[in-house]
């Protein structure tokens, strides 16, 4: 794209493109090596989907995309950034996730594990030592496994030495029960069904199938990180954590332009030499970091005309990760479960059993609307007793649907009209009916207790934020064949691209969604690293 006399053209050492958690964490990094950092963002507020409204009810506090910060709280990157020094304290529910079965059985995992393994061992005696042993095995290697896997991929310099520490005895078999299907690793290491939700559950977070490699690594990840720090969240809202960002930023001297799309990246010379936005040309030294998803980078951004031709060919293979219902309730009092724990959590899973689990998903892959939909819920004033009224809960749920539906697996036979699956009002209202439904089953009178409700299906979700493509909340799938040096296309895992100067600084980059900052870091770093500024490979 040549560059072409604007109105106002400003000259800076890097420009972001979009103030996700990405795209902030890499603009913090930047002015910490002395950059002049512009960052542009579309909307009218910063964060991406790391944002908190009272649009719901007044008094009642929303976290409208995400909620839970476990990868923050184990994030070197964003923990090194100090952001409670502008802003952020980090709070917990009193236990960390609940899976609620029906008949009012609860598995709870809690901050303290031997409560974990004796509430287990009620379950299933002997559940509780095998818990206690993979913790034990985290113990060990749990934190260098993090550290790997939020580093650039291949590993180089300090990654490489990590991987090595990772693959020792106890580290090898950790890795290896991560790249089982979560099904697999479930039924052979806990005998009852208590402990196998807690990880199948936490494994569905992500959108590989209980019964593909890989899946176990989301399960065991988020339980492991869950038993050791919890699932914190922003003391005020999600938007908390991302205003500290751009606190931080701010002073240290880096800008944020809201309201400012950006619309192509100026190429010259299969460099790249500035950024365009509707008004302005804002010329770069050093860098463009784009925290927009990799579809948008290469097409819309970058004109094929400056791209290799094999890039279009694997971007014509990039595969999105399923689309997402939310709904948001405002509520006059606590969520009255069957059977409610002592202990709050913050996080509830909902689902029946594990073949529940593995039809829901293999529903969505088959393009079917889930008929019985498994629910993430979020108690948000069990976490965090200042975004409430008195007695009262903010709560949400969402659920995966087909980015691309060819029927509804409930086919009107609950009572309710067929969703056709071009979630306009009408199909997300009814989803949003099915999703109360399942709550209602599980703690009656839920419905009584509703003040307000919002639903944000794929559309809204994505007008709110266009990297969440159709509803799809990763950046693309996170099936192993897109993972590593699959992500975003085959022959990645770092955050070049074909454009010098130019870093995919998102979630479609390795590795991956999740609030954990290290899209963006890892392309900082590299930004750094080709100006002959050696910035810490790891993530320190
Ligand atoms: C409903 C939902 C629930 C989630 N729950 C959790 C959770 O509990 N915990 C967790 O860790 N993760 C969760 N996630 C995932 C997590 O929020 C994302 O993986 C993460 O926000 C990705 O960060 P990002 O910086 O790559 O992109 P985003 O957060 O999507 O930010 C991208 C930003 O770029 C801007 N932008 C895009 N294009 C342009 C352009 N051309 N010009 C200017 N600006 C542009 C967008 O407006 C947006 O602000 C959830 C996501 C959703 C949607």
Redesign the pocket.
Known sequence: MSSTPWKDIVTTDAVV????????VAANLLVDAGWSVVV????NR?????WSDDAVAPGHIH??????????AVSPTIRGLHLERHGLEWVQAPAVVGHAFPEGRWGMLHRDRAATAAALDDHAPGDGDAWLALCDTWDRVGGDVVQMLLSPFPPLRGGAGMARRVLRPGGLELVREMVMPARTLVERTFNGDAARMLVAGNAA?ADIGLEAPGSAAMGLLLAMIGQSVGFPVPRGGAGVLSQALVRRLVARGGEVCLG????GVCVEGGRAVAVR?ASRELRVRRAVLA???AP?LYA??VGWGELPSRLRHRMGRFEWDPS?V?VDWALAGPVPWTGSPDKAPGTVHVADSLDELSLNGAQVSAGLVPDRPFL?V?QMGAADASRVPAGGEAIWA?THVPQRVRGDAAGGHDGTPEIRGVWDDADIEVMAERMEARIETRAPGFRDLVIARRV?GPRQ?EA?????VG?A???GTAGLHQQLIFRPVAGSGRPETPIKRLYL????AHP?????GA??ANAARAALWHNKIRAPWRNS
Do not use: M, W
């Open positions: 493109i979009g103030s996700g958690p990405n795209g902030l542009l963002e579309e909307q910063p964060g991406g989907a790391v976290d409208t995309f995400s909620s839970f910060y476990p990868l923050a977070h400012e799309k950006a619309v936005t925290d927009v998803s948008a819309d951004l997402t939310k993430l979020g969402y944000l979700l709110l934020d266009r990297n969440l509803g909340l990763n950046g600084a998102s979630a479609s991956g969604g999740g609030v954990h899209c963006g």
